[in-house]
């Protein structure tokens, strides 16, 4: 593999203008397909054998005319002075409805005061706004019209707000991706010490995630990529695309400090640590598209448009890097040689260095204390709560919060999650005597507020019921209810079958689903990855403490989690509005995206410890040399991960704020913990049976040669073909001979 790559590197960086070419062609081929492309088709929220799925299939089929897929607005009106029944009062909230069917994408709205939709106390009202189309597909006009329409309606008499998934606009922009990319470039000129060099990787991260997203956007409709398939494809591209790039440019500088000509360590460095980057990227892809296993169609479609971002990101790393580093030619030099004051005429080391050292005379401390440590912030996780957000998760300065508060207030928390149950009669009995039976047993209930009149379908064979719970969507009373509807019993006692809809509901299914498939999918990724780290590594022990070690790590960002957006913990300082349960995909897409990011710091560092110990060192030395060549670049790496990630807490989205903290915690807790701490702990405990491969599976798996022992093998043979070069030291491009870009 490393012979390959440094094949490769070397004739990109030969043929530079040709490769830098390539890439922008590819960028503005794709960008002038994409612009004649249709529109992306809206998000299959669909979750396929669920029973609230079953039933939305059932209504659509039975009862067309209620549009269930439609999106909706609930309108709230709230009498400051008097009741909303008085006549001022209701000759405004009239007008304003009549004012909101006139949009033409409005299915219908109804009347308050004819539907009866007014609080005991006569202070608080709310009329339903339907529309034709889903909330993907709604036109901003329509959006901008329900939103002037509900702010002309206020005055100091009548507050008026609106809530629901007509209103809940994707969060546009793009300053959270501006502001991860603003500390990405800081921590690169930190590193580097070069504005060019430090430009490098974020042009060429940059470059990546335009041409992975414009990619999206051609395939979006043959392969029926939702319209919000691109942001995690976004966030990921930019954090691997720096990374990847950031590990091939310190290399190549490294190199280059080690005497070899320009064209000589760019062909090293794509070969060691683009090995690496190959290796890492494969594991990315592993936990990305195997997010297919849960079964959730916009989970699939995010992870796989990612996971061909990442491979955009691996291609970019070892072919336009070199090829860009010829291009700058001594424009990026070897880094300057830090005077370090130590004693006698001895430099000091590195922090690094001197991290390793105390690691390796101590590991049981080390590796004591840092278990305790993840253990303590893992603790919350066993509280885990998982749930879908909505608008009680808002700030409470938006009007969707501001809504849902005052529904919750004038008529019960359960009427901003309603129920819907669908009642079909066994044996072609009737559907409209199964419903009513089945509705007086529900109105016997303790946790139900108010339950429908039935309505029944043009056949005659299915009613639908409104279900109002006593307490919020997102309690785990609400959710004891949705069993309690599902319990067998119920629709035996009554001869019918029964079926339980709604917001609440699929919330509950979507939580069972992805609890039950979060085991298969630990087993498929953590077992392709194993076995790719064997071949890797040809060692056991080492993957094995990598897979152990992201448990950890995943585990204690899932505490930090459910402490902060569960629990409330620090709630203010990282902007959660209202505490509650955690997103129900937030586990498992914690875990395909962890898992994927903490191989790379895995491969990224010990890779280099690997090729000081094949090349001669003891395991202990072989532990500091990786961290002398690589914790400086690992950290940088880290930081720019968890300044991308962390930049979309700045989201008003509930959903992105979550996931960005949580990824960013993860990798927190990866790097500086697992990796710089446990990692060289449980090395140094091992030592050289770290390395060893039993004789049986040493023949079976293959050699990669990812340290890149065959280079230096190749490096030190005097008869190996060389390239002519310049007086300068640049290679002279026009003495190439035809053999010499694969004389390995």
Not at 25 to 37: E, I, M, N, R
Not at 595 to 613: H, K, P
């Amino acid at each position: 593999m490393a012979t390959f790559l440094s094949r490769l590197g070397r004739l990109s960086f030969r043929r530079r203008w040709p490769v830098a070419l390539l890439w922008v062609v590819l960028l503005v081929g794709t960008g002038v397909l994409a612009g004649k492309a249709p529109a992306a088709p809206p998000n299959d929220f669909s979750m396929p054998g669920t029973e609230a799925q079953q039933a939305y299939d059932l209504l659509e089929e039975r009862f067309p005319e209620l549009n269930a897929d439609g999106a909706t607005a609930r309108v709230v009106f709230r009498a400051e002075d008097g009741k909303i029944t008085d006549t001022e009062a209701k000759k405004a909230v009239q007008e304003t409805v009549r004012e909101l069917g006139n949009d033409p994408q409005v299915a219908r709205v109804t009347d308050p005061y004819a539907t009866r939709s007014v609080s005991e106390d006569g202070s608080t009202a709310y009329a339903q706004v339907s529309y034709q189309v889903p909330a993907s597909k709604l036109e901003e006009s329509s959006r901008t019209a329900l939103q002037d329409t509900v702010e002309q309606a206020g005055s100091q008499e009548l507050s008026v707000e609106v809530g629901g998934n007509a209103v809940n606009a994707m969060a546009g922009g793009h300053s959270s991706e501006a502001l991860g990319l603003a500390v990405a470039a800081v921590v690169l000129v930190l590193t580097f010490g070069s504005l060019l060099a430090a430009g490098l990787p974020l042009l060429t991260a940059v470059l990546g995630v335009g041409i992975g997203g414009l990619a999206i956007k051609v395939l979006a409709e043959p392969l029926g990529l939702g319209s919000t398939t691109s942001g995690l494809a976004t966030m990921i591209g930019l954090a691997v695309g720096i990374d990847y790039a950031l590990f091939v440019v310190s290399r190549y500088r490294a190199e280059l400090a080690r005497g070899r000509s320009r064209e000589e360590a760019a062909a090293h460095a794509v070969g060691t640590a683009g090995s690496a980057v190959v290796f890492a990227g494969l594991t990315v892809v592993i936990a990305l598209a195997g997010l297919g296993v849960v079964g959730i169609p916009l989970l699939t479609q995010m992870g796989l448009a990612a996971a061909g971002t990442v491979v955009i990101a691996v291609l970019i790393a070892v072919t336009l890097i070199p090829a860009l580093l010829g291009i700058c030619g001594r424009r990026i030099g070897p880094p300057r040689a830090k005077r370090r004051r130590g004693e006698g005429d001895r430099p000091k080391p590195a922090m690094g260095v001197r991290w390793a050292r105390f690691v390796v005379r101590r590991p049981v401390a080390v590796l004591l204390g840092g278990i305790a440590l993840l253990g303590v912030i893992a603790v919350p996780a066993a509280s885990l709560e998982m749930g879908l957000p909505g608008d009680e998760s808002k700030p409470a300065s938006t009007t969707q919060r501001r809504a849902y508060d005052l529904v919750a207030e004038g008529f019960g928390p359960g009427y901003n999650g309603p129920l819907t149950v669908v009642v079909q009669a066994d044996g072609g009995g009737s559907a409209k005597m199964a419903a009513q039976d089945v509705a007086e047993e529900i109105r016997d209930r303790k946790d139900v507020a108010a339950v429908g009149q039935p309505r029944l379908s043009e056949s005659g064979d299915t009613a639908v019921l409104n279900v109002v719970p006593a307490t919020a969507p997102s309690s785990a009373e609400t959710a004891d209810l949705v069993h309690a509807l599902r319990d067998p019993s119920l629709a035996s006692e009554n001869d019918a079958h029964v079926l339980v809809a709604g917001s609440t509901a699929m919330n509950v299914d979507v939580s069972q689903k992805l609890s039950d498939a979060l085991l298969p999918y630990l087993g498929l990724v953590v077992g392709l990855a194993f076995l790719l780290l064997i071949a890797v590594f040809r060692s056991l022990f080492v993957p094995l403490k990598a897979a152990l070690g992201f448990l950890l790590s995943v585990l204690a960002g899932l505490g930090a989690v459910v402490a902060v957006f569960q629990w409330g913990w620090l709630a203010s300082l990282f902007g959660v509005a209202e505490p509650g349960p955690v997103m129900s995909m937030m586990p498992i897409f914690m875990v395909g995206v962890v898992f994927g990011l903490a191989m790379d710091y895995e491969v990224f560092l010990v890779t280099r410890m690997r090729e000081a110990y094949v090349h001669g060192q003891s395991p202990s030395d072989a532990v500091i040399s990786g961290f002398e060549h690589s914790a400086r670049v690992v950290t940088a790496a880290a930081v720019i991960m968890i300044a991308v990630f962390g930049s979309f807490m700045g989201s008003d989205e509930q959903m992105l704020k979550t996931i960005g903290f949580g990824l960013a915690a993860a990798v927190l807790f990866d790097a500086f913990l697992v990796r710089m701490a446990l990692v060289p702990a449980v090395l140094a405990l091992l030592g050289r049976r770290a390395w060893r491969l039993p004789r049986w599976l040493d023949r079976l798996v293959p050699d990669l040669d990812v340290e890149g022992e065959l280079l230096e093998r190749d490096a030190a043979d005097p008869t190996r073909p060389g390239v002519e070069a310049s007086p300068d030291g640049e290679p002279d491009l026009v003495a190439e001979t035809a053999g010499s870009g694969s004389g390995h």
